[in-house]
């Protein structure tokens, strides 16, 4: 059952609010869009948010992407134990993100459904009270870097154990 706006949780409404989860699901489409020369796979949308919107798995990511994403996950197992639950959870603050951005225009589907980016920069504020928002948009550069070198998608959910 999908609530208005007014019927939300005001919590939920803004920690999952579609300006706010689009532009951090586009920063990692743009950033791997940056580094392959491609469009962003649509299905690894679906993995954004269960991995930057959880504060542990966000703050034991490393600091650069020379340590390989599989090799983090697997030295980070017990974050993931439940990550396609926690997914299967987030798909409709993804659906309403990716719904956002289109109507935005700050992203189009080409043929195939891949995710072309707005070129806009990503704008970090420079305020104590915007230091959580800075580091949730710095990991979601370093996530579109990590995925950019492992576009294959089913390789990917598998590795998550996600199933359709």
Same mark, same amino acid.
């Given at each position: 059952?999908?609530?208005?706006?007014?019927? @939300?949780?005001?919590?939920?409404?803004?920690?999952?609010?579609?300006?706010?989860? +689009?532009?951090?699901? &586009?920063?990692?489409? $743009?950033?791997? %869009? !940056?580094?392959? %020369?491609?469009?962003?796979p649509y299905?690894?949308?679906?993995?954004? =948010?269960?991995?930057?919107?959880?504060?542990?798995? &966000?703050? @034991?990511?490393? &600091?650069?992407?020379?340590?390989?994403?599989?090799?983090?996950?697997?030295?980070?197992?017990?974050l993931f134990?439940?990550?396609?639950?926690?997914? $299967?959870?987030?798909? #409709?603050?993804? #659906? /309403?993100? =990716?719904?956002? =951005?289109?109507?935005? !225009?700050?992203?189009?589907?080409? /043929?195939?459904? +891949?995710?072309?980016?707005?070129?806009? @920069?990503?704008? !970090?504020?420079?305020?104590?009270?915007?230091?959580?928002?800075?580091?949730?948009?710095? $990991?979601?550069?370093?996530? +579109?870097?990590?995925?950019?070198?492992?576009?294959?998608? #089913?390789?990917?959910?598998?590795?998550? &154990?996600?199933?359709?």
């Open positions: 059952m999908n609530l208005t706006w007014d019927d @939300r949780n005001t919590i939920v409404a803004n920690l999952f609010n579609p300006a706010f989860c +689009g532009e951090v699901i &586009r920063v990692v489409a $743009k950033e791997y %869009n !940056k580094h392959t %020369n491609t469009v962003f299905e690894f949308a679906f993995l954004i =948010l269960p991995i930057l919107l959880h504060q542990e798995t &966000r703050v @034991r990511m490393p &600091r650069s992407v020379r340590t390989y994403f599989f090799v983090w996950v697997e030295d980070n197992d017990d134990y439940d990550f396609s639950k926690r997914t $299967k959870g987030m798909v #409709k603050y993804t #659906k /309403e993100a =990716l719904l956002f =951005l289109l109507l935005y !225009k700050k992203i189009v589907l080409d /043929e195939n459904g +891949g995710i072309v980016t707005s070129q806009e @920069r990503v704008i !970090k504020i420079d305020n104590v009270d915007h230091l959580e928002l800075n580091h949730i948009l710095q $990991k979601a550069q370093m996530l +579109g870097k990590w995925l950019s070198a492992s576009s294959d998608v #089913k390789s990917i959910y598998s590795f998550f &154990r996600i199933t359709p």
